[in-house]
């Protein structure tokens, strides 16, 4: 379990903004295949760019924001997604208070991901195959015991477990991506 209040938030690479990183994963250590955080979007500023990534943001703050994508400008609300280039030039302004945004970032070529929303009610179990985190965005989950509340994540790497509260969540799959094997590695 990852408490948002307990991960330090960082700057971001070009210094627009801070970060908390959530998860990181990949086929080596030293590759992050993909990463997982949130950002906080106080004021006008420009995205870092990560060449070779694609990116999927959900806004889970309270507030709308305007992003601007290569010249063309989306206004998102709370759950809204979109996915993007990591070598896109990218603006960011919050339409009224500073706000928050799920990032999902995996490296093309390596890893596919995406975000599903979903309303959890009562008990659900949640394991290996419904993705590798859960992200409480509204509501309250408990897990073994613990209580999850906004931006807490439970990552799904192990035994299922059994999730009960009623909280809106963001589901991450990760899929890595296995090379094509060449015709003369089938004729080895």
Known sequence: MIRVSEVTPTAWRNGGGVTRRIATGGVEPTDAGW???LADIETRCQFST????????VVVGD?????????????LALLDRITF??????HAEPTRRATRLLNLMTRRGSHEGTLSLRHLRGTH??????????????????????????????LLDGA????????????????PITAP??????LS
């Open 63 to 75: 507030d709308p924001v305007d992003l601007t994508i290569d010249g063309f400008t989306r206004t």
């Open 125 to 154: 179990p949640l394991g290996p195959d419904d993705g590798v985190a859960c992200v409480v965005l509204a509501g309250t989950l408990t897990v073994a015991g613990a209580r999850l509340r906004r931006w807490d994540t439970i």
């Open 50 to 57: 990560f060449p070779g990534l694609v990116r999927t943001a």
């Open 35 to 37: 990463t997982l955080s």
């Open 85 to 90: 280039s990591g070598e896109a030039e990218v």
């Open 160 to 175: 299922p477990i059994e999730a009960a509260g009623a909280a809106t969540v963001a589901i991450v799959r990760i899929r």
């Open 181 to 186: 094997s060449t015709e003369e590695d089938t």
